[in-house]
């Protein structure tokens, strides 16, 4: 490459940079009705912040799941309706319910559009993986935002984002205090068996907490259509500054135990430890406060001077 080819690139990289995110709103019928009552929610990310506003909605998309994974307030979806799963929802049920407003996301329910603009009111917000301006935190606090506003809900969004910022504050201190500031950190999850890890994209909300510690991420995952990609264990030793956040309880996991391991770096100055978290990949601003709340927990636990164990 020319050296005026590079600089070109570089500048066409720079405004790409500095383009202002896309609205939060992908796509939204003509009228919605002022401070809704009876609303659907056809994924996670949106069914959380309904219950982070205080709203219980009349159906949700697999409600089932957002238990199991011990997601924020979920004892609050007892009694709602099933609308079978976020990529093939059951709209006969979901016409049943009579709902005065759908919410859906454009990664999931983009194709769906049409059909559900002539059932209801909907509003699709746009969550992708794509490069942006705004990461996963940000998409969730602005989110809540417009719905805050939809519903006339602004005094308790106000409440959840001072949560998210006091903690996110905490996060970027407590990594300043252990000198993290400025070194690698990443975020794995463990695939103990066979001995490999699986990175994570920018746009997940646990690699999007991570990027606000003030380190780099040694294994950028960038691609649109790309979630999660597989580094083996030897990568590790390339990255011998990295400061490892492990999603998941693998602490007992043989492969912990290996010599392998506790001859790499992270492990041998203690620079690793397991977030308890089941969910990393998307949520809003609850999910995010309590998976810095662990990786905090984490943090304070890492430290050259401790054994690996």
Wanted: with cysteine; charged share 20%.
């Amino acid at each position: 490459m020319t050296l005026i080819a590079a600089i070109a690139l570089c500048l066409v990289s720079l405004v790409a940079n500095a383009e202002p995110p896309k609205p939060i709103v992908a796509a939204q019928s003509e009228t919605i009705p002022d401070e809704p009552l009876r609303i659907v929610s056809l994924d996670d990310l949106t069914t959380e912040i309904l219950l982070a506003l205080g709203i219980q909605p009349v159906g949700v998309a697999n409600p089932d799941s957002y238990r199991w994974q011990g997601k924020p307030l979920a004892d609050s979806l007892d009694g709602v309706e099933s609308l079978g799963t976020p990529q093939q929802p059951n709209l006969e049920r979901l016409v049943g319910l009579q709902p005065d407003l759908i919410l859906g996301v454009s990664s999931l329910h983009v194709s769906l559009f049409d059909r559900l603009d002539r059932l209801a009111p909907t509003v699709m917000y746009r969550v992708s993986l794509e490069p942006s301006p705004r990461d996963a935190v940000d998409v969730g606090k602005a989110i809540l935002g417009h719905l805050a506003a939809l519903t006339g809900r602004e005094a308790e969004a106000e409440v959840v984002v001072a949560r998210l910022e006091q903690v996110l504050d905490k996060g970027r201190r407590v990594a300043r205090e252990r000198g993290m500031a400025g070194e690698p950190i990443a975020v794995l999850y463990p695939l103990a068996e066979q001995g490999l890890f699986i990175v994570s994209n920018e746009q997940t909300l646990v690699v999007s907490l991570a990027n606000r510690l003030g380190g780099t991420n040694p294994w950028p995952l960038r691609e649109g259509h790309t979630i999660h990609q597989r580094i083996e264990i030897h990568a590790l030793a390339q990255a011998p500054d990295a400061h490892i956040f492990m999603i998941g309880n693998f602490s007992g996991a043989p492969m912990f135990e290996s010599p392998l391991w506790r001859a790499l770096p992270a492990a041998r100055k203690h620079r690793y430890g397991f977030l308890a978290t089941n969910y990393w990949s998307f949520g809003g601003p609850l999910t995010a406060t309590v998976i810095m709340k662990q990786m905090i927990d984490v943090m304070n636990g890492m430290g050259s001077d401790r054994p690996s164990p």
